[in-house]
């Protein structure tokens, strides 16, 4: 069964720092691009960061770019979102995303891209 289990979410005060994990089973980790997403509240679902299926290359948006930082672990499977200077804005439910990209590259648009994804864990940046 192909699965992606989001954990590390909860209350961040404005300026702190969580770490987010995705971890995945049932495919073959290292055939798929990882990207992680977010949606607010009556807003679209944006993509944020994204790495490669060999780890080689990264993607930030603007957004997040200097305060997000992505990573991978082959020997667990799992994909990191560390996410420092957090604030308010970034209150979201944060999803992560698998899919079989091609060339080395990962992309946070259009989601579509990715096929597999997890049910998400919840960010809420706050005083």
């Known amino acids: 069964q192909l699965q992606l289990v989001e954990s590390g979410g909860g209350l961040v005060q404005p300026g702190g720092s969580l770490r987010l994990s995705c971890a995945t089973s049932?495919?073959?980790?290292?055939?798929?691009?990882i990207g992680w997403f977010r949606q607010a509240p009556g807003k679209e679902r944006d993509g944020i960061s994204c790495?490669?299926?060999?780890?080689?290359?990264?993607k930030s948006a603007d957004s997040v770019k200097g305060r997000f930082t992505i990573s991978k672990d082959n020997a667990k499977n799992t994909v990191y979102l560390e996410m420092n200077s957090l604030k308010p804005e970034d209150t979201a439910m944060y999803y992560c995303?698998?899919?079989?990209?091609?060339?080395?590259?990962?992309?946070?648009?259009?989601?579509?891209?990715?096929?597999?994804w997890g049910q998400g864990t919840q960010v809420t940046v706050s005083s």
């Open positions: 049932g495919f073959t980790f290292h055939d798929y691009a």
């Open positions: 790495i490669s299926k060999s780890g080689g290359s990264a």
């Open positions: 995303a698998g899919g079989p990209i091609l060339f080395g590259i990962c992309v946070l648009s259009p989601a579509s891209s990715y096929n597999i």
